[in-house]
């Protein structure tokens, strides 16, 4: 920088270098996934950002990957690739998983209600099936014989379930959670996440809800969607703390933190379309679906990650 023609502010320098300083062991995409819930994916969410232990261990993070997966039925080498890839292709509607697959596609009342029923078990298993075809062949046998062990061991629980207890623990501890508790808290906690949304501003990709201890227990501290945004690699014990200080960057970013009761008002009662910003005047036409532009094969090809523009923000 000093052999730079360029006029340099020693003050701003310096805090550019010790920014870059801070991040120089954070990982290359800024995102997130819907993580923790009444049946939480915390656990294998933790270990996909690395934040279990203070120095990576691939052998301890596999197992515990495996061990959460297995709980819950699902594979934990597709769920490392869907959030990666949810990371890497943030905001667009073909290369972001989740934006692609899991949400409606129909904006209408009776649709979305549909993913608060367990109608949401085939739609989501169809999406990874669909996402896995695009996979690497050897990628695909891992998953297959993952998703196969966990599926083994659920009807294995099931069946001893009903064995030595009857239908009434069965339904109790396994069918009512699965079916009827799981839908409707992955569908409340995806709706503050990426649905409510600033497209034209990396900033405001996501829903900044507003701090709550009773959200904070029952979605493990998922509900801090936009703070685990800008520091994914922050535990997520740690994300409301995140909230706090980032107060006066939201204050000047004009980001108004939003209620669960609120969510759900305005997408289910007045019917709003994911991926759009819910506070712009009514009578203003929709902007763009993606926030970003675009290359000749439909990727996003912003020059800036949300990191970056945070970044800028936060020294100027």
Known sequence: MRGSPLPVDRRVATRLIDLCQQLVDAPRHLSIHVGGMVVSARPLHEVVHNSVFRSTQHGWERVLGLAYASTSGISASQFTRWHLDHHDNLGDDHDDPKRHWLSPKRNARWF?????????????????????????????????????????????????LFYFGGWGPML??????????????????????????????????????????????????????????????????????????????????????????DIVWQWFVLNRAPHTDWERDDRRPPGPSSPASRDEHGRVSSPRTTGQVAARVVTQ
């Open 172 to 261: 109790r501890i396994q069918i009512v959670p699965y079916f009827l508790v799981f839908p409707v808290a992955f569908t409340l906690n995806r709706l503050g996440q990426h649905y409510n949304i600033d497209p034209t501003h990396p900033l405001k990709w996501a829903t900044l809800m507003k701090p709550s201890h009773f959200w904070d227990f029952l979605f493990v501290y998922s509900n801090y969607h936009l703070e685990h945004h800008y520091f994914p690699r922050v535990p997520f014990y740690n994300l409301r703390k995140v909230h706090m200080r980032l107060r006066p960057l939201y204050d000047r970013l004009g980001l108004k933190p939003h209620t669960y009761r």
């Open 112 to 160: 979305k209600l549909l993913y608060c029923t367990p109608v949401l078990m085939p739609l989501y298993f169809r999406a990874a099936a669909s996402e896995a075809r695009t996979y690497e062949p050897e990628l695909r046998r891992r998953i297959r014989n993952e998703r196969l062990a966990t599926m083994a061991l659920q009807f294995s629980i099931m069946g001893a």
